[in-house]
């Protein structure tokens, strides 16, 4: 293979250099095409049975996409100075291209100011608002603050914040497509197939990415039409811009940003370091060329095939410039001690045994590093999946450079003319050395103490976490989230979909309950759902959209303010009124609206409840199912499709509670929510065993999180037990194996216990660092105990072979670790937290990977003598 390897690569440099030349330009040609991902799909888990609910439930209550601006005035809120630029600011929002409509205090109707009659509510006319000039607006502001319709929905409930709510037109066919390809998938996965099938499934995947593509660029567009009309009024009152399409407009940006500048910044301390260890504009270039190249390749790779990045496997361009650069340094440190041990070889000779020498090690450390990565594949969530399988490719890609473009250029440079290189002062590494040496009992019991600490925080570490912590609290996606949990009603959702008994007996616990509603209900309940959690139903969780289908019910609302064009659903017609219209139904679903209002974690809560109180008002307190039947007939079809649909489907006799958690609390805990809220439901509701499912953007997160434990933390067992059996392989030792093992678990262990301590959650940003730490340490043991192995022949002392080798190879990893460690440190200027939380963890899995190679490793070595006895 070596043979080939110079007929190849060494005895051409030049070919070798144009042909790379030539992939650069075809590889640069293809960067137009890179997207960055913001589907749905990149917060959800692959392949979740409860994913597919989800996605029907939302297609059962339609929604559209909308971007929420909260107003918080100087002036009063309903006085001229606040109305009269709210009013204007509305009129412009309504000119913008992609708008369809835009609802605020001005436009919905007010019930108690002054109240309204049975005769107003049913005949169609127009019912009193903000724009008529006789209103009392201080009884409109009472009814908007003590309304349980508007009151911490539409307006604060201090009366000095409101929302106004952009609705946004639904591209035409997306459902259908995205149903489509849903059905064909599952059909791909069951096997029954045909081949023009899984030609159409490719054909509709294609589609939906560029469909998925074209709605991000326009709502990336629409998004700064909407800050720039924002922000000719912000002197009137205090803005923040919010919502599904804002968030994923806003996360693309942070990741371009980080994407751009970040790796600039990177590189340029990069080549500081490079400098100042080097100190030869040659030895700066080269391995910034081979990591730069690498990366390039592999974003062209990527450009071709289509193949999108999200914002967890964006992160593949820092971490392969990480992997890259290690290799080059790793073969330069190299080639510069034979040059500085045997100056009497020349340039083609030392070329060729330093590639020789680093062939083994530096392939092995690839394979071992690329069984990290694909142990990411098992986590089920696509974008990590596809991080996995980047990062896999990407490594590929770095080794064939590394190993072709660093001799090439190393035989091309101009010949060196300065002597061989002596380094100035003793190597750093050295005190590694003597540390292990003289040292050993104190780094024995520090490390047993330190994996003590390492379970202990690795039992702390959780995987609950807050989204609206993946931004700093100076951004806007911050401050505006934080408003909305605070003053209006909560922010991720969650539905309850209960179906009505089997039985048309009275549920036990139900027969003597009092006919008044168990939820205290204001007057004013007749539009329910024209404010049906226009913050809520929908994902500021999930900051990515694209999927509409997935998020079809989603996306903070139930279409509240939307404009609706299904028809006449109930009004007018003498239809069947199902269980849940009936004088039981009625009584379970107030029963149930009281036991999801009484946790401290819900915040608006809506359903058919309110509905009911509105009858209540109309008919008076005793009415029955007789009752209940005609007052639903009597609503209007406009009225229906605000009170009624949005929380009843009658195809199914089935009812849904809409809730908005208040995912801002520090106590939040999905898992033991769920559980707790659907005991609640069966124990104090009266429902049977299943009767009540849960969906929405909570469940589905709930369900990513908790995946996380089971395929990650257990995973990493079996990628050690592999890596074992490689290491065995390599070294042919079992006892050598186990020994270079020790340093990665302690390491991995370690940055875990760090985010258990400190309090970083475990998620799908935060998961692929244990997979970093892995493949990073067990790099650099590859190397240390490699060169061991070479070192220990040479006079059969431990010892002596321990300092020589902290003095070679030892000094190619802390360079590379320095370098890294001082180029990622850049991240922490980051208002994306993800990648501060990555560069900081990833400094620290560096840096302790380095020195466990250095001190726990040889300490180890000297103690068991796994290479037989000493001279």
């Not at 607006?137 to 508007?150: C, G, I, K, N, V």
């Not at 106590?667 to 929510?673: K, V």
């Not at 089971?710 to 030792?733: D, E, H, K, P, Y």
Request: with cysteine.
């Amino acid at each position: 293979m070596l043979a080939f390897y110079e007929q190849l690569v060494l005895r051409r440099p030049f070919v070798v250099l144009g042909l790379l030349s030539v992939l650069l330009l075809l590889a640069l040609l293809q960067f137009p095409k890179i997207r960055i991902d913001a589907s749905a799909d990149s917060l959800l888990l692959k392949g979740d049975p409860a994913l597919e609910y989800f996605r029907e439930v939302g297609r059962r209550y339609s929604s559209e996409d909308f971007i929420v601006i909260t107003w918080r005035p100087k002036a009063p809120l309903l006085s001229d100075e606040s109305l009269q630029p709210l009013s204007a600011m509305a009129d412009e929002l309504r000119t913008l291209s992609g708008v369809s409509s835009v609802v605020t205090v001005m436009d919905v109707p007010l019930l108690q100011s002054p109240p309204v009659g049975l005769s107003q509510v049913t005949s169609g006319d127009p019912l009193p608002s903000l724009q008529d000039p006789n209103i009392d607006r201080d009884l409109a502001l009472r009814e908007f603050t003590q309304s349980p319709l508007y009151s911490d929905l539409l307006v604060g409930a201090e009366g000095d914040v409101t929302a106004i709510q952009v609705n946004l037109t639904r591209p035409d066919g997306d459902s259908a497509l995205m149903r489509e390809r849903e059905e064909l998938r599952l059909a791909k996965r069951s096997g029954d197939i045909s081949d023009e099938a899984v030609a159409r499934l490719a054909f509709v995947e294609q589609d939906v990415k560029r469909r998925s593509a074209e709605q991000l660029s326009q709502q990336s567009a629409l998004v700064a039409g909407v800050r720039s009309v924002v922000d000719g009024y912000r002197q009137h009152a205090g803005i923040f811009v919010g919502g599904v399409p804002m968030i994923a407009a806003d996360m693309v940006s942070f990741v371009r940003s980080d994407l751009v500048v970040f790796g600039s910044a990177i590189l340029g301390v990069m080549v500081l370091v490079l400098a100042l260890i080097f100190r030869r504009i040659k030895w700066v270039v080269i391995p910034l060329l081979s990591c730069s190249l690498g990366v390039a390749y592999t974003l062209g790779i990527l450009g071709y095939l289509d193949w999108r990045m999200t914002v967890i496997s964006s992160n593949v361009v820092a971490v392969l410039l990480i992997v890259g650069l290690a290799i080059a340094i790793h073969l330069v440190v190299r080639y510069r001690e034979l040059h500085r041990e045997q100056p009497e070889l020349g340039l083609y000779e030392r070329v060729c045994e330093s590639m020789r020498l680093m062939a083994v090690p530096c392939v092995y450390t690839g394979i071992t590093t690329m069984v990290a990565f694909v142990s990411l594949v098992v986590s089920g969530i696509q974008p990590v999946i596809d991080f996995g399988w980047m990062m896999t490719l990407g490594i590929c890609v770095a080794l064939l450079v590394s190993f072709t473009l660093v001799p090439a250029l190393m035989l091309l440079w101009p010949l060196d003319r300065e002597q061989p290189s002596r380094d100035e002062g003793e190597p750093f590494t050295l005190r590694f050395a003597r540390v292990a040496d003289h040292h050993g009992s104190l780094v024995l019991w520090g490390s047993l103490a330190l994996s003590v600490l390492v379970v202990l925080g690795v039992l702390r570490l959780k995987v609950e976490n807050r989204f609206i912590d993946y931004f700093k609290e100076s951004t806007e996606i911050y401050q505006g989230m934080e408003l909305l949990d605070a003053r209006l009603g909560g922010t991720i959702p969650l539905d309850i979909v209960i179906a009505a008994p089997d039985s048309s007996a009275p549920l036990p616990g139900l027969e003597s309950t009092a006919t008044s509603s168990t939820v205290p209900v204001a007057d004013d309940d007749l539009f329910a759902d024209e404010f049906d959690d226009p913050f809520a139903s929908g994902n500021t969780e999930s900051s990515l959209s694209g999927d509409t289908d997935a998020f079809a019910d989603e996306d903070f609302a139930d279409d509240a303010f939307a404009d609706q064009d299904s028809g006449d659903a109930f009004g007018g017609s003498n239809v069947d009124p199902g269980f849940w219209f009936s004088l039981e139904g009625m009584r379970l679903i107030d029963r149930l609206q009281g036991v999801v209002d009484g946790y401290s974690e819900t915040g608006k809560v809506q359903s058919l409840s309110t509905t009911f109180e509105l009858f209540r008002q109309l008919l008076g307190d005793d009415i029955g199912s007789v009752e209940l039947a005609l007052a639903r007939n009597a609503l209007s079809a406009d009225i229906s499709r605000q009170l009624v649909e949005p929380y009843f489907n009658a195809e199914r006799d089935e009812a849904r509670i809409t809730v908005r958690v208040k995912e801002t609390s520090q106590d939040l805990r999905r898992a033991a929510f769920l559980r707790d809220l659907d005991l609640a439901l069966r124990e104090e509701g009266g429902l049977d065993e299943g009767q009540a499912r849960f969906t929405g953007m909570l469940v589905m997160y709930n369900n990513v999180l908790q995946s996380l434990f089971a395929s990650q933390i257990l995973t990493l067992g079996a990628v050690f037990a592999v890596i074992l059996i490689m290491f065995w392989i390599l070294f042919r030792s079992l006892s050598l194996a186990l020994i270079a093992l020790a340093p990665n678990l302690l390491a991995a262990g370690l940055v875990l216990g760090i985010m258990g301590f400190a309090g970083i959650p475990l998620d799908i940003m935060t998961i692929t660092i244990a997979a970093i730490v892995v493949g990073i340490g067990v790099d650099n043991c590859i190397h240390y105990v490699h060169r061991f192995k070479r070192e220990f022949p040479v006079d059969r002392n431990y010892l002596a072979s321990m300092y020589r080798c902290h003095g070679s190879i030892g000094r190619a990893m802390y360079y590379t670790t320095l370098t890294l460690v001082v180029g990622f440190s850049t991240l922490t200027l980051s208002n994306f937290n993800p990648s501060l939380y990555f560069g900081v963890l990833t400094v620290i899995a560096m840096t302790a990977a380095v020195v466990g190679a250095l001190l726990l490793l040889p300490r180890l070595i000297l103690l068991f003598r796994p290479l037989g006895p000493e001279q």
